[in-house]
Antibody
């Protein structure tokens, strides 16, 4: 069974940093593009970033470019999101999600999400 | 960036109703469109990919159609489990973007 379990969320002050992790199991993690998607409280879904199988390709939404860095460790079956210079508008539930096995771009498995709150 | 616009934003319906949700893309995305269901407090769940392909395990009352810029998600006979919010998402290019969502409520 595919499992994606996010961790590392919490309360952080504006301008601070946080590192999210996503532990994957039940599939060959190293074969899949992986994503972070967020959802502000009471709002819709926003794709944040993704990374290819060996970490050589990364894409980001404009609003996080230069502040967030996506990475992975295939030996540990883990995905990460380093978030720096956090803003109030980054407050959201952050989901880890895998891209389909053909790498076309739809998100077939999702974690349960981890809450990040940016507030003083 | 490609903008995805869903309508309606809220829909009131009864069990057994046929329900249709529309998603429009700001430019052609061929058939690179997915639909997700999100129940309250839960993660999104993939329903449809490539505009009309049903994800394994998803009930056949769900169907998708369209190509280019206009797409629809249809639920042929609404069931109690289907009261949720539905999102479309394109994957034609980066950034990937979602529609604003359609909340299906009990009438």
């Amino acid at each position: 069974e595919v499992q994606l379990v996010e961790s590392g969320g919490g309360l952080v002050q504006p301008g601070g940093s946080l590192r999210l992790s996503c532990a994957a199991s039940g599939f060959t993690f190293s074969s899949y593009w992986m994503n972070w998607v967020r959802q502000a409280p009471g709002k819709g879904l926003e794709w944040v970033a993704n990374i290819n199988q060996d970490g050589s390709q990364k894409h980001y939404v404009d609003s996080v470019k230069g502040r967030f860095t996506i990475s992975r460790d295939n030996a540990k079956n883990s995905l990460y999101l380093q978030m720096n210079r956090l803003r109030a508008e980054d407050t959201a539930l952050y989901y880890c999600a895998s891209i389909d096995s053909d790498n076309t771009g739809y998100l077939d498995f999702w974690g349960q999400g981890i809450l990040v709150t940016v507030s003083s | 960036d490609i903008q995805m616009t869903q309508s309606p934003s809220t829909l009131s319906a009864s069990v057994g109703d046929r329900v249709t949700i529309t998603c429009r893309a700001s430019q052609s995305i061929s058939s690179w469109l997915a639909w997700y269901q999100q129940r309250p407090g839960k993660a999104p769940k993939l329903l449809i990919y490539k505009a009309s392909s049903l994800e394994s395990g998803v009930p056949s009352r769900f169907s998708g159609s369209g190509s280019g810029t206009e797409f629809t998600l249809t639920i042929s006979s609404l069931q109690p489990d289907d009261f949720a919010t539905y999102y479309c998402q394109h994957y034609n290019s980066y950034p990937l973007t979602f529609g604003g969502g359609t909340k299906v409520e009990i009438k």
